[in-house]
């Protein structure tokens, strides 16, 4: 497609149940990348793929967050065991290239709400 | 380390007016500079982005000056209109990594 499509839109977890988002990347685009967009509109990068390898994995808090992207299937971030401090918009972006000037482009979000 | 600051947290101005905002970087290795706008609900979307080598970039109403000796770069929108109003980012990335490192964002308010 010619954007990146998140889904859910919208989602609520009770701490400590598990939470999973969708990314489907613009055709075409090798790269994948997942921040977290907090309250105070702090954008966090989580980790980025090259097709289904990870590629940059510094910004994953790694005992609850896996994410995967598979060959003919959407990306995805799980994140087991929710807390509260979880509650925030994640967003998938991807690009066709990784050198410089190479446009990123965002999904819509998904909104996560922990109660 | 916040490695890109961004300045000011919310900005009001009239319409018509010239809107500033400013980015300061610390790392020299950063090789690529956009700005993205984000509306309330919705995704950033890129503005306009510039290369350390080329000091200013001019499209349309908005502009980029860049200065690389002191580590600074700046978005400027002329002649703003009430549907500039969004939050505006400022971000640094280093080509072989790729990710963005975004500032905190600058809050834009364009009253009529």
């Known amino acids: 497609g010619e954007e990146v499509a998140q889904t859910p839109k919208h989602l609520v977890r009770g701490e400590g149940q598990k939470a999973k988002l969708y990314c489907a990347p613009i055709k075409g685009h090798s790269y994948v990348f997942w921040y977290q967009q907090v309250l105070k509109n702090e954008f966090k990068f989580l980790i980025s793929?090259?097709?289904?390898?990870?590629?940059?994995e510094t910004g994953m808090p790694k005992e609850r967050f896996s994410a995967k992207c598979l060959p003919n299937s959407p990306c995805s971030l799980e994140i087991q065991a929710t807390k509260l401090e979880d509650s925030a918009v994640y967003f998938c972006?991807?690009?066709?290239?990784?050198?410089?000037?190479?446009?990123?482009?965002f999904g819509e979000g998904s909104w996560l709400t922990v109660v | 380390q916040q490695q890109v600051k961004q300045s000011p947290q919310s900005l009001i101005v009239q319409k018509g007016g010239i809107s500033i905002i400013n980015c300061a970087y610390e790392?020299?290795?950063?090789?690529?500079f956009p700005w993205y706008q984000q509306f309330p609900g919705k995704g950033p979307a890129l503005l306009i982005a510039i290369r350390p080598d080329v000091s200013e970039k001019k499209e349309g109403r908005f502009t980029i000056s860049f200065n690389k000796s002191a580590k600074q770069f700046s978005l400027h929108i002329m002649d703003s209109q009430p549907g500039d109003s969004a939050t505006y980012f400022c971000a640094a990335s280093i080509g072989s990594q790729g990710n963005l490192i975004f500032g905190k964002g600058t809050k834009l308010s364009v009253k009529p």
């Open positions: 790392n020299t290795a950063f090789d690529y």
């Open positions: 972006a991807s690009s066709q290239y990784r050198n410089p000037g190479n446009t990123i482009y």
């Open positions: 793929f090259q097709n289904e390898n990870v590629f940059d």
